[in-house]
Every structure is written in structure tokens, then in C-alpha cells.
T-cell receptor, first 114, second 115 residues
Framework: AQSVTQLGSHVSVSEGALVLLRCNYSSSVPPYLFWYVQYPNQGLQLLLKYTSAATLVKGINGFEAEFKKSETSFHLTKPSAHMSDAAEYFCAVSGADRYSTLTFGKGTMLLVSP | GAGVSQSPSNKVTEKGKDVELRCDPISGHTALYWYRQSLGQGLEFLIYFQGNSAPDKSGLPSDRFSAERTGGSVSTLTIQRTQQEDSAVYLC?????????????FGPGTRLTVT
């Protein structure tokens, strides 16, 4: 069984500041981990994914995430926030087999102020 | 190319009525997923189709919910005797391959309101 916990339902940053969205997972098997972004009134879009290759994963729009097995974490970061980054972000976990489905966290809304 | 489309975009129905929600996946994608997104609850997996295999219905919350996928393409999610707690955004996604191998592409969702 897998689960994901996202710390903080809302995170507020100023434009240009560091973005840090936290995700901790629980998995009985080696996990595959994902971050998705949802802009208002749109579906989810994949930002990046970890599938047991490099532990530091780079995604679109300048985001990256680091898989830390010892901490069971997969936090999402971006060095400098932009107004267009305001959206809801979902962390998700999957087992490393072809029949696994994604289990999503409850999401973190990122608010960016000028 | 065309992405995942869903219809209707919004649906308001009275308690007790049946509703059908439609999903058109990306052409050639073999896997199709339905999720429910409720305020503050994240995404809840409902059902998953892979090719011609029997669907994984493990996430359906009750027997009022059912889904079918015709010809390995279009899918319909049916909710019978709707209840107010069914109000949510229903998201459909498709992927080229099943499981983690394929990135899931999401449609814009259908917002269902049960009055």
C-alpha cells in the first residue's frame, strides 16, 4: 500500500523567493514518485517524475525534486518563484510494477505575491 | 494533437437522478483512468481500464457508480441515484502504457453539482 502526505494545504511566497513544497511518502515497495500541477479550471499536468534513476529530478518550468529514501521525502523546489507558478501542486506515488495506479496527496496551493 | 476531452464541463442535477459523464482519451492511449476531486481531498482513484483487460474497479465508492469503455476508446462514467456527496470534479486521464510506465494526461474535468 502507498500513501502520500503533503505538508501545508497552502504555501505563500513572494515573487523571486524560493519555492519549497513538501511531500512525504509511505510505500511497501520501491516507489515511483511524481509531481503534478493544476492550473485553475484545467486538468493536471506532469511536472516531473522519479523512477529510480537519478535522485535529483529536473522538471518543466524550472522545478526540481530530490528523492531522499532515508527521509521518505520528495520535496519540490524552485529557486525563484514567478507569478505564473501560482497553482495547485499534487505529489503522487506509484509502485514500481506495471499494474500500479497513482495515489495522490491532497494538494498544496501555491500563492505568489508581487 | 488533441488532448483528453471531457463532457459536459459542468453538470447540475437533482438528487436521485442518474448522470453520465464522458471521456475521450488521446488517440492510441491504451490506459484510461477516472478520478474524483473533492475540495480539500485531493484526487481519489475510481476506476482504470487497460486495453481489453477487465477494469480495475477497486476505487468505486459504491454500486451506484459504474463505467464502461467502448471499443477501447471513449469511456462513460455513470452515477445512478445521485447524492449530494457525489458533488465533485470528475477527472479523466489516459496514458500510452499502463501503470508508471506512462505519463498520465488529464482532461479538464466535469464539475458535478447535485442539488
Amino acid at each position: 500500500a502507498q500513501s502520500v502526505t503533503q505538508l501545508g494545504s497552502h504555501v505563500s511566497v513572494s515573487e523571486g523567493a524560493l519555492v519549497l513544497l513538501r511531500c512525504n511518502y509511505s510505500s511497501s515497495v520501491p516507489p515511483y514518485l511524481f509531481w503534478y500541477v493544476q492550473y485553475p479550471n484545467q486538468g493536471l499536468q506532469l511536472l516531473l517524475k522519479y523512477t529510480s534513476a537519478a535522485t535529483l529530478v529536473k522538471g518543466i518550468n524550472g522545478f526540481e525534486a530530490e528523492f531522499k529514501k532515508s527521509e521518505t521525502s520528495f520535496h519540490l523546489t524552485k529557486p525563484s518563484a514567478h507569478m505564473s507558478d501560482a497553482a495547485e501542486y499534487f505529489c503522487a506515488v506509484s509502485g514500481a510494477d506495471r499494474y500500479s495506479t497513482l495515489t495522490f496527496g491532497k494538494g498544496t496551493m501555491l500563492l505568489v505575491s508581487p | 494533437g488533441a488532448g483528453v476531452s471531457q463532457s459536459p464541463s459542468n453538470k447540475v442535477t437533482e438528487k436521485g437522478k442518474d448522470v453520465e459523464l464522458r471521456c475521450d482519451p488521446i488517440s492510441g492511449h491504451t490506459a484510461l483512468y477516472w478520478y474524483r476531486q473533492s475540495l480539500g481531498q485531493g484526487l481519489e482513484f475510481l476506476i482504470y481500464f487497460q486495453g481489453n483487460s477487465a477494469p480495475d474497479k477497486s476505487g468505486l465508492p459504491s454500486d451506484r457508480f459504474s463505467a464502461e469503455r467502448t471499443g477501447g476508446s471513449v469511456s462513460t462514467l455513470t452515477i445512478q441515484r445521485t447524492q449530494q456527496e457525489d458533488s465533485a470534479v470528475y477527472l479523466c486521464a489516459s496514458s500510452l502504457y499502463q501503470g508508471f510506465l506512462g505519463e498520465q494526461y488529464f482532461g479538464p474535468g466535469t464539475r458535478l453539482t447535485v442539488t
